[in-house]
Each structure stands twice: as C-alpha cells, then as structure tokens.
C-alpha cells in the first residue's frame, strides 16, 4: 500500500513551457485534491475532484487545469508555465466517514519556473 | 482577516518542557477541527482530530472552543522528534463530498536538547 504517489518530485521550466503532474493514490479514495505550499502563505487550494470524471477549482485555480480520468489519478496541468508558480505542490486524497475527513497527502513536487 | 491564524512562532523549548499553540478561525460556519504535523520538507501529516469535548493522545491535547473560536495544541514532556511545524486546519462542511480544508500556515516548534 504505497498511498499517495506523485511524479516528478523535482522539475525545473523555463517560463512558458507546459508539463503535468502526476498524482496516483491507491486507497480506493473518492476525493482528490490539488494544493500548493508558498513561504509565508500556507497551503492552498488549486482544484479538486469528488470523484471520477469530476473535478472543481479551489482557492487559486488560474493558470492550472487538472483531469480525473481514472479513480486513482489526479492530473495537475501547467499550461505556459510562469514564475509566480514556483511552488510545492501536494496532492491529496480522502474518504468519506462520518465527519472525519482526514486527507493523506503525497510527498510533493517542488517545482522551479525560470 | 485570514481564515486560520496561527502564530508562526518558532517556539523553542527544551526537552521535557510542555507547550501550547493557538489557533483562531474566522468562519463560525466551519464544522471539523484538526491539527497536522509537517517535517521540513515533507507532506502535511494528521497528528490529531480536535473535538468540542476535548482529547488526548498521549502527550498531545487538543482542545476546541467553538462560542471563541479558537483551538488549542498542548505538548507536554516535549520530545526532540516533535520538533516540526504544527498546521491548524478547519473544514467548513462537515461528512460533505469535495471538503476542501483550510490551513492556518503553521507554527515551528524547535525542542532542544
């Protein structure tokens, strides 16, 4: 039972170009999240998906796009990458009990955008 | 005003000693209380649930005053291993799908020897 999974754990971009991150999860888990971690501001909310073939935007959505095609993957899309998302981002994933929502989240990827 | 507030600390304190945190929240609407546990460089880790009742898990106890607003963390016999930064984090919507939570950004314990 590996998890949360995410690939690259490192990246670095020239302002401009595109990549995807990938988040695999294999708790059987209906809920995904994406967050970025900046100094000084806390993790915050990029998207998130209640379930396969869904997802919705958190906090601050723009400039990221995200696809759950499949249960156990979350996708997080940078199209023209720009510097102002240098970041690390973590994915999440939780289950539905009662009104514990305890969310187990992946090692993350700390991304660099020149 | 911030949804979560923390003072960011660093907190230092010898081994053995007890410590407490705080934690204000904004949103009277928010339903489930928690606190996580981050190593440097690492994922946010739940260290604890925190209930209007209180609890305790060892030398950790949570406390929550909803008529305030505000959560508490106490540490006692403090460990060198607790050094880390503790996440208070709320959640508006209680056992609903999507539940987004809401982190404060944290206070730094640094336990010394």
């Known amino acids: 039972n590996a998890g949360v999974t995410q690939t690259p754990k490192f990246r670095v971009l020239k302002t401009g170009q595109s990549m995807t991150l990938l988040c695999a999860q294999d708790m059987n888990h209906e809920y995904m999240y994406w967050y970025r971690q900046d100094p000084g501001m806390g993790l915050r909310l990029i998207h998130y998906?209640?379930?396969?073939?869904?997802?919705a935007k958190g906090e601050v959505p723009d400039g990221y796009n995200v696809s759950r095609l499949k249960k156990q993957n979350f996708l997080l899309g940078l199209e023209s990458a720009a510097p102002s998302q240098t970041s690390v981002y973590f994915c999440?994933?939780?289950?539905?009990?009662?009104?514990?929502?305890?969310?187990?989240f992946g090692p993350g990827t700390r991304l660099t955008v020149l | 005003r911030k949804e979560v507030e923390q003072d960011p600390g660093p907190f230092n304190v010898p081994e053995g000693a007890t410590v407490a945190f705080n934690c204000t929240y904004s949103n009277s609407a928010s339903q489930s209380f928690f606190w996580y546990r981050q190593d440097c460089r690492k994922e946010p880790k739940l260290l604890m649930s925190?209930?209007?009742s209180g609890n305790e898990d060892g030398r950790f106890t949570a406390q929550l005053n909803r008529a305030s607003q505000y959560i508490s963390l106490l540490i006692r016999d403090s460990k060198l291993s607790d050094s880390a930064t503790y996440l208070c984090v709320v959640t508006l919507l209680a056992n609903q799908a999507g539940t987004a939570l809401i982190f404060g950004k944290g206070t730094t314990l640094s336990v010394s020897s």
């Open positions: 999440a994933s939780g289950a539905r009990a009662g009104d514990y929502n305890e969310q187990f």
């Open positions: 925190v209930y209007s």
């Open positions: 998906s209640v379930g396969e073939g869904t997802t």
